[in-house]
């Protein structure tokens, strides 16, 4: 899209956009830090648009697209944060989209798959059953350290503590049922 203001050319870029996909729904995630000015327009038939400016000079970001087939308007949600603007996207029939755009051929460059999000098709029924109630959260990018750099050598040291299972005899009760117990040869 080219405007023109008095002279001068203002052009609207495209943010980078990552999508991943369900069975029944569509995530969409727009990467534009301190979006402003948002505004967003879902059509059931499946057109998807999107502007908003950032930065110092208010900079235009705009993306108009075609998705695959139709989507549920109503029960679609969005999500704001500092970074990005989600999407949750409900698809109008639960079935797998073999694209996200209803055109084929080679996707725009600023589309791409969302990889943190992202589950094959046979894999979507083991990847809810191993869900544990904290969504699409992955606790290791966290970066806490781990087992990885655990040296248990090291560890162990000559830190003067000694391990008392190889010193102690083993013993066993007596076969007279005195309820003492003797060393075992």
Same mark, same amino acid.
């Given at each position: 899209?080219?405007?023109?203001?008095?002279?001068?050319?203002?052009?609207?870029?495209?943010?980078?956009? @990552? &999508?991943?996909? *369900?069975?029944? +729904?569509?995530?969409?995630?727009v990467e534009l830090p301190d979006a402003k000015n948002v505004k967003l327009n879902?059509?059931?038939e499946g057109k998807f648009f999107f502007?908003?400016?950032?930065g110092v000079g208010n900079v235009p970001y705009e993306i108009e697209i075609d998705l695959y087939d139709k989507v549920v308007v109503d029960e679609s949600k969005v999500s704001f944060t500092s970074r990005h603007i989600c999407y949750l996207v409900k698809k109008?029939?639960? @079935? &797998?989209?073999? *694209?996200?755009? +209803?055109?084929?051929?080679?996707?725009?460059?600023?589309?791409r798959v969302d990889w943190d999000k992202w589950v094959d098709e046979d894999e979507?029924?083991?990847?809810?059953?191993?869900?544990?109630?904290?969504?699409?959260f992955d606790f290791s990018k966290l970066n806490m350290g781990g087992a990885g750099d655990f040296d248990a050598e090291a560890a162990e040291g000559d830190g003067g503590y000694e391990s008392d299972t190889d010193d102690e005899e083993e013993t066993e009760e007596t076969a007279t049922g005195s309820g003492e117990s003797v060393p075992k040869d």
């Open positions: 899209m080219l405007m023109f203001f008095w002279g001068s050319i203002s052009v609207s870029r495209h943010p980078l956009v @990552k &999508w991943a996909q *369900r069975a029944d +729904k569509l995530f969409v995630t879902l059509d059931p502007s908003a400016t950032t109008a029939e639960s @079935k &797998w989209w073999s *694209r996200l755009l +209803k055109h084929g051929g080679k996707p725009p460059v600023f589309l979507q029924d083991e990847k809810s059953a191993r869900d544990t109630g904290f969504g699409d």
